[in-house]
């Protein structure tokens, strides 16, 4: 598979002709669960991720310069 | 005679709208913003890849700073390091991916040295340049455009390189 995905990766310096050209690779996850994983925001994590910003925004102020 | 495939859903998930509400569930008040560009700069290959030098720009880190936020936004400088050998680790745990859906322990799944090797060896490939080059995952598009974007262009004229694969996580 890797191998495959870096030969899409030179067909399309080879072959790509103008700008913002997009292909995709068929390869696909086996279940639709990392739909779901993929930056979740539900009840279960409302607060955690409220708490992580407040940390964030602190360290961004500390670390101006 | 094969039949149709058929899904239940679209391939990808909507970055955009993930991106956005998950920021304003961290308390930022200002929507997270894309940048759009209606005019991107296009140049064709000047030569056959064949008789290209090609290398590879990746956002991991050369530098263990663990899993913290605070990790993330000390890393401001690109790096460079030889290809051959290639790195045994390099580290992303202190970027933002879907950690648990993968795992970045086989570096060749981000940064396929070995696998463009074979590609040259097959001759699709003129060479891989002797470097390959990081640049920090930075919010900030400012610092993006104008100095790691020059600065990994500068390591890859250094090295004669025609084209780059860049491997963003």
């Known amino acids: ?65 | 005679m094969a039949l149709n495939r058929r899904n239940t859903h679209r391939s990808f998930v909507s970055y955009i709208d993930k991106s956005r509400i998950y920021y304003e569930a961290q308390g930022y008040k200002q929507p997270y913003t894309w940048a759009v560009h209606d005019r991107v700069p296009f140049t064709l290959p000047a030569k056959p890849l064949s008789q290209c030098k090609v290398g590879f720009a990746t956002t991991a880190s050369i530098v263990d700073f663990g899993e913290s936020v605070e990790s993330l936004m000390r890393e401001r400088e690109c790096y460079f390091a030889q290809c051959d050998p290639p790195p045994e680790r390099l580290f992303t745990g202190h970027l933002f991916w879907d950690k648990e859906a993968t795992h970045t322990g086989d570096v060749e799944c981000f940064l396929p040295l070995k696998g463009l090797s074979e590609y040259v060896r097959m001759g699709r490939v003129a060479a891989v340049s002797p470097r390959f080059y990081g640049v920090p995952t930075d919010y900030s598009q400012g610092r993006t455009i104008k100095k790691h974007a020059p600065q990994i262009l500068k390591w890859a004229r250094e090295d004669g390189v025609d084209a780059m694969l860049l491997s963003a996580l």
């Open chain 1, 1 to 65: 598979m890797q191998r495959a995905i870096i030969g899409l990766a030179l067909d399309m310096l080879e072959g790509a002709w103008s700008p913002c050209t997009t292909v995709r690779a068929p390869f696909q996850w086996p279940d639709h669960q990392w739909r779901h994983n993929f930056m979740r925001v539900d009840d279960d994590n409302r607060e955690e991720l409220a708490r992580a910003g407040e940390e964030r925004r602190r360290l961004q102020e500390s670390m101006k310069y």
